[in-house]
Every structure is written in C-alpha cells, then in structure tokens.
C-alpha cells in the first residue's frame, strides 16, 4: 500500500495541478455519464446510464480509480493523437498539398521512440494493475466461507462452516416476463426466488465450482467475476460495505438459458444474517464456539475421568503388592495400562496420570 498509495497521492497532485486541468475537463465531458453517477442504483443496472455500477466493496473501488484514473486518460490520450497524426496526414500529405512524394526510409529516432514510449506507457499501467491484482489475490481471514456452484441453469449456494447447504436461486418466474416485472417493480432477468445472504462489513470468502459446464459468478458492484470450474475450486474475497440487495448474472457461456441464471445477493446485519443462518437449519459462529466450548469440557471432563480410573488401576495392584498377594506380571500389565492412557489424558487434562504410579512400586517395598 505504501508505494502505492505515494504515487497515487503524487498522481493526484498532479491532476490539481493547472497545466493538467484542461486534460481532465476534456476526459470529464468525454465521461458525460459521470453525472448520472449520483442516481444509479445500488448493485443493479440503471436506465440510460453508462458508468460502473456503484462500488459496494474496496475492491471494486479500487478497479474503478485505476480505471478513471490511468486506463481512461491513456486510452484517450493515445486515440488522440492518432486520430491527430492521421488527420494531419490526411491533410497536409495528400495528392493536392504534395504532389512529389519524398522517398526515404528509416527514422532512428522515431523508431526508438515508438518503441520505448509504448513499453513505458505499459510498465507504468503494470505498476498500478499488479498492485490491484494483489490485492484481490491477498485475502485476509474470512468470517464468511461461502460457495456457489453453477448449475445449468441456476446456482447452488453452501456454507460449508455454518451448516447451511443446497439454497437453491432461480430466475423469478415473474423476472422473466418483462411487463410483469415493470409492474412488480423488479428488475427484469435478474430477481430469483432464493438468493445469497451475507453480513455487511464483513469479510467473505467466496468459493466457486461448476456442476456440468463452466459458469462464472459475478456481481459487478463487488467488482467480483469468478469462474465456476467443475472439478476446481476458484475462490476470491470482497467485503461488502452497504446493506442492500446487489444483482449479477453467470458471466460465462453455459448454454440456452445462460441468460437466465442471475445471481441476487442480499447484504444484511450480522443479526439479520444470524437469524438467517439459523432459519436455514445452520448454526452461527456463535452457537458453533458454544459447541465447541462445551465438547471441550466434557472431553476434558471425560479425560479427567479416565485419568482417575486410571490411578484406580494403577493403584489397585499396588494395594495387592503391599499384601504381598501381587505377582510381577499383574504388577507389570498394570502399570503397562497406566502409561498407555496417560498420554492422552495428558493431552487434553492438565492432570497426570502417570505420577501415581511411582508410589504404587514404593509401596510394594
Ligand atoms: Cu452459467
């Protein structure tokens, strides 16, 4: 981030700066749809807009500044001045202007020019397209683990961690039909009967497999596209930073109805998601820490069980020993036993099991 964020701010300085603001304006009337930013809808495409959707997560703020910012004003700077050189070549070297042609070949300097102005222009795009690249590769601890398969033609959605399985979307019935989705005020081709639901704010692990063919899941405000493999396990991770419902659509080829498998996510409160969890027969992070915390006492309450059954055995022949009723190979069998449970009771209880055993050869004395 360092790096990064040094040359943005630098960046920034300089498109403040008078000389570059008449670059800006240009590529801001050529970004006409910048103004139609402020009223498009959250997580879902709006009329006549031309811009990307609004970013629900960092990620995709980020693929949006290093669009705006590096890739738009190169590519525009780079189609003007061709379309320059071509007009003025037009103009100025046409039959009219020039009728005797000169005929040489080979300019040094141009060539070393177009040769190092273009892997220049490159190398400073890789700077900033690696930087992202890492940052969607570099995933921090997930507090959600999610997977969606695709299906011919909808999706499947697990969570694997939380015991929530096989929710399955389909394109709404009502969705499909576009009058009828005017009047329900929905959108058209992309509302399903079940969806995805996830807590805002926090961070999600996304898995992605296929079932039959390869399909891509993809949700354009999370600026996350991801194929669905079968046989692969594709993964990425977006945290979702405003509560509300975002649309997408399979994003690969997948046959007739590819068209027709949308993707709808609903970004809830950690309450709201809780409630969700446990409604679909799951547990939360919660309840499932509860379980664990309650498994490891009983293990450890077993285990301290089995620790003093086994000081009764060692104990039993010791007592034996000190009648003198006791042979050497009960003696040995016994605290044979003793050794080999006192491992595992060491483990998980702090008390052990084998520091009774010496007093019991004492006592034979
Ligand atoms: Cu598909």
């Not at 695709?150 to 969705?175: C, F, H, I, K, M």
């Not at 405000?221 to 659509?249: C, E, H, M, S």
């Not at 003696?331 to 009774?356: E, L, Y």
Request: glycine content about 6%.
């Amino acid at each position: 981030m360092g790096i990064k964020g040094l040359f943005r701010r630098g960046l920034k300085k300089l498109l403040s700066g008078t000389a570059a603001k008449a670059v800006v304006a240009a590529t801001a009337v050529l970004a006409v749809p910048a103004i139609a930013f402020a009223q498009d809808l959250v997580g879902q495409p709006t009329d006549k807009s031309m811009n990307w959707q609004p970013a629900a997560t960092s990620l995709k703020g980020e693929t949006i500044w290093f669009y705006n910012a590096i890739l738009f004003p190169i590519i525009t700077a780079i189609c003007v001045l061709v379309l320059g050189l071509l007009l003025w070549i037009v103009v100025r070297y046409n039959k009219r202007a020039n009728p005797v042609a000169r005929k040489f070949s080979h300019n040094t300097v141009i060539e070393v020019l177009w040769t190092v102005l273009p892997v220049a222009v490159l190398v400073f795009i890789a700077f900033f397209s690696l930087s992202l690249l890492r940052d969607y590769n570099d995933m921090p601890t997930p507090d959600v683990v999610v997977k969606a398969t695709g299906n011919q033609w909808y999706w499947t959605y697990d969570y694997p961690e939380l015991g929530v399985s096989d929710v399955e979307a389909r394109l709404l019935p009502d969705a499909a039909d576009l009058k009828k989705a005017h009047a329900k005020n929905i959108p058209y081709l992309l509302e399903t009967d079940n969806y995805m639901v996830l807590p805002v704010d926090k961070v999600i692990h996304i898995e992605t497999t296929g079932s039959d063919v390869i399909h891509s899941w993809t949700v354009p405000a999370f600026g996350v596209k991801i194929d669905a493999i079968p046989g692969r396990l594709n993964n990425g991770w977006f945290k979702v930073n405003k509560i509300g419902t975002y649309y997408g659509q399979c994003s690969e080829l997948c046959g007739k109805d590819h068209a027709f498998m949308p993707i709808e996510v609903k970004v809830v409160s950690q309450a709201d998601f809780d409630a969700w969890v446990i409604k679909n027969g799951g547990k939360t992070k919660a309840m499932l820490a509860a379980d664990a915390a309650a498994s490891a006492s009983s293990a450890a309450a077993s285990s301290s069980a089995a620790a003093a059954a086994s000081i009764q055995a060692a104990a039993t022949p010791a007592a034996g020993a000190a009648t003198g009723s006791a042979t050497a190979s009960s003696s040995n069998s016994a605290s044979a036993g003793a050794s080999s449970s006192a491992p595992t009771a060491g483990k998980t209880a702090p008390k052990p099991a084998s520091a009774p055993a010496a007093p019991a050869s004492a006592a034979a004395h």
